[in-house]
C-alpha cells in the first residue's frame, strides 16, 4: 500500500475509524488477524451469491448504470497509461544498463591509451555513475507514479463493488414488492377461485387453480392463513428494505463527491511527479554528457 493511499484512508471521515485499517497501521502483518476475525470475507461471499441481480432489476437507478459504464472505461484508460509508461521505463532502463558497459569499455581502453588516461577514465566513470542515477530515478518512478495510478485502477474495482452492493438493495426491494404481488394474488384466488379460470393461461396457473379446486375447506383454510402470514412478513420486511437502500444512497452520494473531488488532485499530483521524474531523467543525461565533453577535452 503506498504512503498516498494511506493517507487518503487517514484523512476518510469514516476509514480513519476502522479496526483493520488501525491494526495494519499499528501490527503491521497481524492486521490480516484482525480482519478475518471480523468475517469480512463472509459477507463478500454473501453479496456475491446475488451476482445476478444487475440482469433481473426491473427499476435500476440510471446514475449507477452510467457509474459502470465509468468504472469500466476509467479502468481501461489507466490500464492503457501503465503499459504505455511502462514500455518507457522499460527501454530506458536497458538504456541506462547499456552505459554500465559502455563505461566499462571506456575504463578498460584507458589502460591501452597512455595518452588519453585521463580522459577516457573521466568518461567511464561518468557513464558508470548515469547507470546509477538512472536506475534510482526509475526506482523512484515505480514507488511514486506507477504505484499511485495503479490504485485508480483498483479503485474501478471498488466502483463495481458499490455497484453491485446497490443493485442487491434494490433487488432485494424489488423480490419483496413482487411477492407482495403474489401473495395478494394467491389470496384473491383462494377468496374467488372461479373469477380467475379467465385469466389462468399458463399451465402453472392452470394447474394451481386444479389443485385450488380438489383442496378441502380445511385445506384452504390452511393455505389462506398460510399466505396472510407470508404476506406480512414480506410487507413488514419492505420498509427496513427501503430504508437500507435509501439509507445506501445517500452514504454511495457523499462517498462518490469525496472521491471525485479527491481524485483530481490526486491525478493531477501523480502527472506532477511523472514530469518533474521525466525532466530528472533529461537533467541527468544532460549533466553527464557534458561532463563527457568536458572530459573529451581534457589534455
Not at 558497459?101 to 557513464?127: C, M, R, Y
Amino acid at each position: 500500500v503506498s504512503t498516498q493511499s494511506t493517507g487518503r484512508i487517514a484523512v476518510h471521515p469514516v476509514l480513519h475509524k476502522d479496526n483493520v485499517f488501525k491494526a495494519f497501521l499499528m501490527k503491521g502483518e497481524d492486521w490480516r488477524t484482525v480482519a478475518d476475525s471480523t468475517e469480512f470475507r463472509t459477507k463478500n461471499e454473501g453479496v456475491l451469491k446475488g451476482i445476478q441481480a444487475s440482469y433481473q432489476l426491473k427499476n435500476c437507478d440510471s446514475r449507477f448504470s452510467e457509474l459502470k459504464t465509468y468504472a469500466d472505461e476509467l479502468e481501461t484508460r489507466v490500464n492503457a497509461i501503465l503499459r504505455v509508461t511502462g514500455m518507457v521505463a522499460q527501454k530506458e532502463r536497458a538504456c541506462y544498463n547499456s552505459y554500465k558497459d559502455f563505461a566499462k569499455t571506456f575504463s578498460e581502453w584507458s589502460v591501452l591509451e597512455k595518452g588519453l588516461k585521463i580522459p577516457l577514465q573521466k568518461i567511464g566513470h561518468n557513464l558508470d555513475n548515469l547507470e546509477g542515477a538512472g536506475n534510482v530515478l526509475l526506482l523512484e518512478e515505480q514507488l511514486k507514479f506507477y504505484e499511485n495510478l495503479k490504485e485508480y485502477s483498483n479503485y474501478a474495482l471498488s466502483l463495481r463493488d458499490l455497484i453491485r452492493k446497490y443493485e442487491i438493495l434494490q433487488y432485494k426491494v424489488e423480490s419483496l414488492e413482487a411477492t407482495i404481488e403474489a401473495k395478494k394474488g394467491g389470496i384473491f384466488m383462494m377468496g374467488k377461485p372461479e373469477a380467475v379460470e379467465d385469466v389462468a393461461t399458463s399451465e402453472d396457473n392452470k394447474k394451481n387453480i386444479t389443485n385450488l379446486f380438489k383442496m378441502t375447506p380445511a385445506q384452504r383454510d390452511a393455505r389462506r392463513s398460510k399466505l396472510h402470514q407470508e404476506l406480512s412478513e414480506a410487507e413488514e420486511a419492505l420498509d427496513p428494505a427501503k430504508q437500507n437502500l435509501e439509507q445506501f444512497l445517500e452514504e454511495a452520494d457523499q462517498e462518490l463527491k469525496l472521491w471525485k473531488k479527491d481524485k483530481i488532485a490526486s491525478l493531477k499530483a501523480t502527472f506532477r511527479i511523472y514530469a518533474k521524474l521525466q525532466l530528472q531523467h533529461a537533467q541527468q543525461g544532460l549533466q553527464c554528457w557534458q561532463a563527457v565533453s568536458a572530459a573529451s577535452a581534457t589534455k
